[in-house]
């Protein structure tokens, strides 16, 4: 059964960092994309952050440019995702997925999801 699980989410103050991590089995993702979507209350679900395949190449939402960094790890199946000056928009629940074909930023073209890990930023 292929299953992903976020963990590092917490409450942190503004200007404070945090690294989520996606831990993947059930199946190798080494070849596939991973990305980190997040859902704030009354919001839709919006791209932050992806890598491709080869750990080559990544994406990033404007909003979270210069802030974040999407790393992946094939050795261990996982997917990281550092964030570094959290700003209270930044306060939601962070999921991960991965594999599918598509554009990496729209949600829909990811064929697995974590159940999520809440980051909650205060100002």
């Known amino acids: 059964q292929v299953q992903l699980v976020e963990s590092g989410g917490r409450l942190v103050q503004a200007g404070d960092s945090l690294r989520l991590s996606c831990a993947a089995s059930g199946r190798t993702f080494s070849n596939a994309k991973m990305g980190w979507f997040r859902q704030a209350p009354g919001k839709e679900r919006e791209f932050v952050a992806a890598i491709n395949w080869s750990g080559l190449n990544d994406y990033y939402a404007d909003s979270v440019k210069g802030r974040f960094t999407i790393s992946r790890d094939n050795a261990k199946n996982t997917v990281y995702l550092q964030m570094n000056s959290l700003k209270p928009e930044d306060t939601g629940v962070y999921y991960c997925?991965?594999?599918?074909?598509?554009?990496?930023?729209?949600?829909?073209?990811?064929?697995?999801w974590g159940q999520g890990t809440q980051v909650t930023v205060s100002s």
């Open positions: 997925a991965a594999d599918g074909a598509g554009l990496v930023t729209e949600w829909k073209t990811y064929h697995y």
